[in-house]
């Protein structure tokens, strides 16, 4: 395998990998920063719920609205002490004015009023759907894949062939190079790269030894015969 082809493969692994990682992460950031919001934004609705009912002001126990529905049921304070403080879950409930089950986040508390009177609070409110965004993000992270990667090979095969190629037509001066032959010229080394100069100055004198070298052995060998 060429040089150029396990940079360019190297390279699409190693990108691939951190872009996967980046994803992930991402994607966990945000879920982490959307249960964030729509908690707090629950918390907030149900302690104004609590106060509507402490202060007389909520007529109804229930709701079923197209963005939060709720409801109050009353219970025993045996069963308020063995409940959570607030309980939070994703689940997926039927909203009436949609006609369509929605994925919701739901929160449950207890709480008891000015009379003592233990009650349970229900709270239903939609929230993103999971899947469909984890299903966006791997279609979006696909197609950052494919253009970054199309992107730095064109750009690298373009770097790559520029500044290499003084090497490449130092190797085809070499592969037509026979030892004793009327060869042509030895190529100069048209690059500032510090190595690629060494390896010119490297090869044309080993070349030249190499020539000396025959040289010598066929004038012994003839004077030998």
Known sequence: ????????????????????????LFYVAIMHEIDD????????????????????????????GSNNSFFF??????????????????????????NETEPCKRLIL??????????KLTIYTPTVEKAELKGRILFLVCLIVIVLITSVITIYLSVYKKTLKPLYTLLNWHRKYQLGKNNQ?????KSNINELKELF?????????????????????????
Request: neutral net charge.
């Open 1 to 24: 395998m060429k040089s150029l082809y396990k940079v360019i493969l190297g390279a699409a692994i190693v990108m691939s990998s951190v872009i996967c990682i980046w994803s992930i």
């Open 37 to 64: 919001e729509v908690e707090d934004s629950l918390e907030l609705y149900a302690f104004q719920l609590i106060q509507e009912k402490n202060e007389g002001k909520l007529d109804s126990v229930k709701y079923d």
């Open 73 to 98: 049921e009353k219970i025993t304070k045996d069963e308020a002490s063995k409940m959570e403080n607030m309980s939070f879950k994703d689940t997926n409930v039927f909203i009436k004015a949609r």
């Open 110 to 119: 207890a709480f008891y009023d000015t009379k003592d009177n233990y009650y």
């Open 185 to 189: 010229e030895f190529p100069k080394c």
């Open 201 to 225: 100055t490297a090869t044309k004198l080993s070349t030249q030894r190499a020539e000396e070298t025959y040289k010598q052995q066929k004038l012994f060998l003839g004077h030998a015969s």
